[in-house]
């Protein structure tokens, strides 16, 4: 969205670039402190950031 790496997303918000790979890739679930500064970073809401996933199952 801003053309940074995962290292510099990860330096901006004092987390490793690993951390910044994890979430992107769905395998970890940021604290709430860190989903909200993901979210004054990119300056969207954390809702936009992150959204459930639905399933068929759901739309019963």
């Known amino acids: 969205m801003r053309g940074l790496s995962q290292g ?3 330096a ?3 987390v490793s670039r690993q951390t910044v790979n994890a979430i992107e890739t769905e395998r970890y679930t940021p604290s709430l402190p860190l ?4 979210g004054r970073f990119f300056e969207v809401s954390v809702e936009e950031l992150f959204y459930a996933h639905e399933s068929p199952a759901d739309d019963r």
């Open 8 to 10: 510099q997303l990860g």
């Open 12 to 14: 901006a918000l004092g």
């Open 35 to 38: 989903a909200f500064a993901l």
